[in-house]
């Protein structure tokens, strides 16, 4: 019934292997969820980045852009707003808010042009917000029929 | 019972071995895939950067990106880049095929006649292109030269000339079986030609490898920009200003965008500013 020192030895060096292998597999487990982590950190980053890049273009694309004979007036066409939606597929709030002159406090569309100050130009949210972020920039915004610039407020509300 | 006890030994080492084998496997994998994605996010965020900067930028510029992973970009109905095994959807790039390693990114505004889009070309350091012209396309080629001056892969050659591998040759004249461009198409060996109306049209078409993709992609753009102008011209129309004109000669633009067609839509919307309207565009 004895186990010789040899059988004693063997089995210890078993469990030792076992043990080692077991704490590694477990400290390669959380560096792995720690690897996630700092993916979905990266993810975010990335959203964030893509919500300040296009601050800074949205201004100037085919959509929004006031132009006169092709040429960039650095201005919103206020027009245009009414009228069309950037081509994106995050899921975001873009809207232009006239800051000055204050016009009445209102969501802007055709019937009610120009006696309005809020421009919602693309509004996707998802099932589900867990959170939120708006960031924005001034901008001009010129009305072709008035003839007059304004200065507006373009918001954009990242959901994640 | 020792034997026996023994047995029990090697069993379990086998079990807990192959348990603990098909762990390290798959994370491994797991942590290649993880880091993978990780490199495309950045890769993406840098792009992103980097278009940003070029559409920015007053100044026709160029910016240069490395691809750490093979990255191939592809259109089928919608631009897709694929990073590794991972699939992302674009906007607006031009590209041919795969890129690994560095690449300088240029931008152009497409016009038709008014700004329908600003395109992307990505193109490897390592892709050399000859662009062969002779006597009769020799102002088009002066044109396309001072247009892509920031550009160092591209060489310039008159015909005729002696074609290396490495190089790809596009041919400013009427020749069979090679991609040859006119001062109103480009025609390809084993596909059907392609109308453009404008050079940076004409770049989107030489630099893809999937020119037919980019046209329809770019044909759409026209007729969703032209809808736009046409809503805008509804809410401009008064008494003081007709805009009649202009919405018919919009109406047909998307089937024929002819340089014609285009030269007379800016001649109107000229004429609408000088008689005190609100420009279209």
């Known amino acids: 019934m004895k186990k010789n020192c040899g059988q004693i030895q063997n089995m210890e060096t078993i469990l030792v292997i076992f043990i080692v292998t077991v704490i590694i597999a477990i400290a390669i487990g959380l560096f792995y969820n720690l690897q996630l982590k700092s993916l979905d950190s990266l993810k975010y980053n990335y959203q964030q980045n893509r919500a300040y890049n296009l601050l800074s273009t949205l201004p100037l694309s085919a959509e929004l852009q006031y132009t006169e004979l092709n040429y960039d007036k650095s201005s919103i066409d206020a027009l245009k707003l009414l009228t069309s939606s950037p081509e994106l597929k995050s899921s975001m709030k873009i809207e232009i808010q006239q800051i000055y002159p204050e016009p009445p406090k209102k969501v802007c569309t055709i019937s009610n042009y120009p006696d309005c100050s809020t421009y919602i130009i693309y509004n996707k949210p998802p099932i589900t917000i867990t959170s939120q972020e708006s960031i924005s920039t001034p901008v001009s915004l010129y009305h072709p029929l008035q003839g007059k610039k304004a200065f507006a407020n373009l918001i954009i509300t990242v959901y994640y | ?281």
């Open chain 2, 1 to 281: 019972m020792a034997k026996g006890n023994q047995q029990f030994n090697w069993i379990f080492v086998l079990i807990a071995g192959s348990i603990f084998l098909i762990f390290f496997i798959t994370v491994a994998v797991k942590y290649k895939s993880l880091q993978e994605e990780k490199t495309s996010i950045e890769l993406l965020n840098n792009l992103d950067i980097a278009i940003t900067s070029l559409q920015s930028s007053p100044f026709q510029t160029t910016s240069e990106l490395t691809f750490p992973l093979e990255t191939a970009f592809s259109c089928n109905k919608k631009i897709t880049i694929t990073i590794g095994n991972k699939q992302y959807q674009t906007e607006n790039i031009i590209s041919a095929g795969k890129i690994k390693g560095s690449a300088i990114i240029m931008s152009k505004n497409i016009n038709l006649p008014f700004k329908i889009s600003t395109v992307y070309y990505i193109l490897p350091e390592s892709a050399n292109y000859v662009f062969v012209y002779d006597k009769d396309s020799e102002e088009l080629i002066s044109t396309i030269k001072q247009d892509l001056s920031l550009l160092k892969n591209i060489n310039y050659e008159k015909y005729p000339v002696e074609e290396n591998k490495n190089y790809q040759y596009i041919y400013f004249l009427p020749i069979k079986n090679k991609i040859s461009v006119s001062k109103t198409s480009i025609s390809y060996p084993d596909k059907e030609s392609l109308p453009y109306y404008g050079s940076p049209q004409l770049y989107s078409f030489i630099f893809s490898q999937q020119p037919d993709c980019i046209s329809s992609l770019l044909n759409e753009k026209l007729e969703s920009k032209t809808q736009l102008y046409k809503n805008k011209l509804s809410l401009l129309q008064s008494d003081k200003c007709d805009y009649t004109l202009i919405n018919s000669k919009l109406q047909e633009l998307p089937g024929n965008p002819s340089i014609e067609n285009q030269q007379s839509i800016i001649e109107i919307n000229k004429q609408l500013i000088n008689q005190n309207c609100p420009a279209v565009f």
